[in-house]
């Protein structure tokens, strides 16, 4: 349907005004067109990377949390902290841990639950 009207629009992608011959043309030329298009398959893609990011970690946490025993790996996921502030509070006695080999560390489920119990 072609017509011979003029609307003056702003253009959803640059902001500029521009003259439509419709009243529902969103972009001022076949570039912001395109480039409107192109940025709402990026930010898509972005978003479903986003999810499956979030889906992995909440996974992750819900493994971790029928652990009978927790590495220091999983108390940063657990308790949203860095590991030196994991490693901190081992050191500082509150937490009691089995020192393996290796550097590797771990920690009773129970005993971290303690550590947040008010006595
Ligand atoms: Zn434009």
Do not use: P, W
Request: glycine residues 0%; charged residues 30%; positive net charge.
């Amino acid at each position: 349907m072609s017509s011979n009207i003029e609307i003056i629009r702003i253009c959803e992608y640059c902001h500029n005004e521009f003259i439509a011959k419709t009243t529902v043309t969103k972009y001022c030329t076949h570039k912001c067109n395109s480039r409107a298009y192109k940025e709402r398959i990026k930010s898509k893609k972005i978003n479903r990377s986003n999810e499956e990011t979030y889906n992995t970690k909440v996974q992750s946490i819900e493994l971790i949390k029928v652990k009978e025993f927790l590495t220091v790996k999983d108390i940063t996921l657990l308790i949203n902290c860095s590991r030196q502030t994991i490693y901190k509070i081992i050191n500082s006695g509150k937490l009691k841990s089995i020192d393996l080999k290796m550097k590797k560390i771990i920690v009773r489920r129970s005993y971290l639950d303690k550590l947040f119990k008010n006595e």
